[in-house]
């Protein structure tokens, strides 16, 4: 049976968080990184910077150079972090199978997946659906049967594309790709694979695996088969679920206490509804997030001690006093114990 790979890239990650909290940066060139134009080095930077040739990883005094009106942010990897923590908490609705890359890229094996009759194009598209949705941010997706192509097919139409890589069409596709494209080919076999006028897949294909092997070492087995679409590695699930969340930004927003507990109604039941895919796991803490309309947030957090409805309304009605501006979103959620963890608290599914 032929598997179904996805992968998600977000799409210029820390800028599009920097930029989703400051409107005012959105049609400015923005990178992250620091201001030292002696030593910064950039994190990334958004698709209207990337326009004056500027890349993540380039030294802040060349990325000032090709783009003077640049504006640089400083990191804040705390807020990154939860960002990455929600998004990931949207892959677990659709599979187990994560493997995490990065706080901004995963593979999902969506195989065994039951929704829309296990179409992984649909799956996707709701996936980048629900991370717009739940995050108000972008991100790009490759679709395929291996990671290979899924991670060459999320490359292919940034920012916010899918792309498609089915079987049927894998020789014809893949003949004209990089061999850049593969991952662990670097700068160093990059070049050498030019100096031998291997440019692309179709030129790979054109030497046997024994002559790979002699001129790569042990990696020329891999390029052997990357350049004929043959990838077996499996989506491995590298970390443990820490959290899961639920959030709702509204249309308005909402300067009343009693609404915002209405709402919280809403985010309790969805939650309770997701955690039943845990009831294996240990609930250490409770936690309530509150992002006011000037985009500044707080969260809160509390010892579970049950998971009641009530306990989470507490936690608003106690920090009410901190609520001094409209609310434009309102999440909850829980964090959990490592696995090893013998008592566990009880669901109230009842």
């Known amino acids: 049976m032929k598997r179904k790979i996805i992968h998600v890239d977000m799409d210029y990650f820390f800028a599009q968080v920097e930029i989703k909290d400051r409107p005012q940066l959105a049609k400015l060139p923005v990178a992250i990184g620091s201001e030292s134009t002696r030593r910064g080095v950039l994190s990334t930077c958004n698709y209207i910077a990337r326009a004056f040739g500027v890349r993540s990883a380039m030294p802040t005094y060349k990325a000032l150079e090709l783009c003077p009106n640049l504006v640089l942010v400083g990191s804040n990897f705390s807020k990154y972090r939860e960002v990455s923590e929600q998004v990931f908490s949207i892959f677990y609705d659709y599979t187990d199978k ?36 739940k995050t108000g941010l972008t991100a790009s997706a490759g679709v395929s049967y291996n990671k290979l192509l ?12 899918l792309f498609i890589i089915p079987p049927n069409t894998k020789q014809s596709f893949i003949q004209s790709l990089k061999v850049k494209s593969i991952n662990g080919v670097g700068k160093v076999l990059n070049e050498k694979l030019i100096s031998k006028n291997i440019l692309t897949f179709g030129d790979l ?32 699930v590298s970390r443990e679920r820490k959290s899961l969340s639920v959030e709702r930004t ?22 309770i509804r997701r ?10 803490t409770l936690c309530l997030k509150i992002k006011f309309s000037s985009f500044i947030q707080t969260t809160i957090e509390s010892p579970a001690i049950d998971l009641t409805y009530d306990a989470f309304h507490e936690l608003l009605i106690r920090n009410e006093y901190k609520i001094k501006e409209p609310v434009r979103l ?6 959990f114990f490592k696995k090893d963890r013998g008592d566990q608290l009880a669901l109230p599914l009842a």
């Open 275 to 284: 955690l039943k895919k845990y009831e294996d796991r240990d609930i250490k």
């Open 205 to 236: 294909q054109k030497y046997s695996k024994l002559d790979l092997i002699n001129n790569f070492g042990s990696f020329g087995n891999s390029l052997h088969c990357y350049s004929r679409g043959e990838d077996y590695r499996d989506v491995t």
């Open 330 to 335: 309102i999440g909850l959620g829980v964090k």
């Open 150 to 161: 899924a991670k060459i097919g999320s490359e292919k139409l940034k920012p916010r594309g």
């Open 98 to 133: 994560v493997e995490c890359i990065s706080m901004d890229e995963a593979y999902l094996d969506v195989t065994e997946c039951d929704l829309y009759s296990n179409s992984a194009t649909l799956i996707a598209r709701d996936i980048l659906n629900q991370i717009y949705l």
């Open 250 to 271: 509204f249309e308005k927003n909402i300067n009343c206490v009693s609404e915002l507990s209405l709402r919280l109604t809403d985010c309790y039941e969805e939650m």
